[in-house]
């Protein structure tokens, strides 16, 4: 059975970085598939880091979550 990651690109540096990550795993393991999404414009200032930076300042990050947001584990903030 496959394993498919779906994975969103903000840039072509983010291309660059998440091909070589594929094309490694697909080595690692056959059976693996990377889809690539690319992201809306308006968006793509948007990445993770940002995002756990401010919630590990305990800012407010619903604009930025869609629905999973609430369910994310602030007590364990020194991991983000």
Same mark, same amino acid.
């Given at each position: 059975?496959?394993?498919?990651?779906?994975?969103?690109?903000r840039?072509?540096?983010?291309? /660059?970085?998440? &091909?070589?990550?594929?094309?490694?795993n697909?080595?690692?393991?056959?059976?693996? /598939?990377?889809?690539?999404?690319? @992201?809306?414009? @308006?968006?793509?200032?948007?990445?993770?880091?940002?995002? &756990?930076?401010?919630?590990?300042?305990?800012?407010?990050?619903?604009?930025?979550?869609?629905? &999973?947001?609430?369910?994310?584990?602030?007590?364990?903030?020194d &991991?983000?």
């Amino acid at each position: 059975m496959p394993v498919i990651f779906c994975v969103g690109l903000r840039t072509s540096a983010d291309y /660059e970085f998440e &091909r070589a990550i594929a094309q490694m795993n697909r080595n690692l393991a056959p059976n693996v /598939e990377t889809i690539f999404l690319v @992201s809306d414009p @308006s968006l793509s200032h948007i990445s993770s880091t940002i995002v &756990r930076d401010i919630l590990l300042y305990n800012g407010d990050i619903s604009m930025f979550v869609l629905g &999973r947001g609430e369910n994310l584990d602030t007590k364990n903030q020194d &991991r983000l």
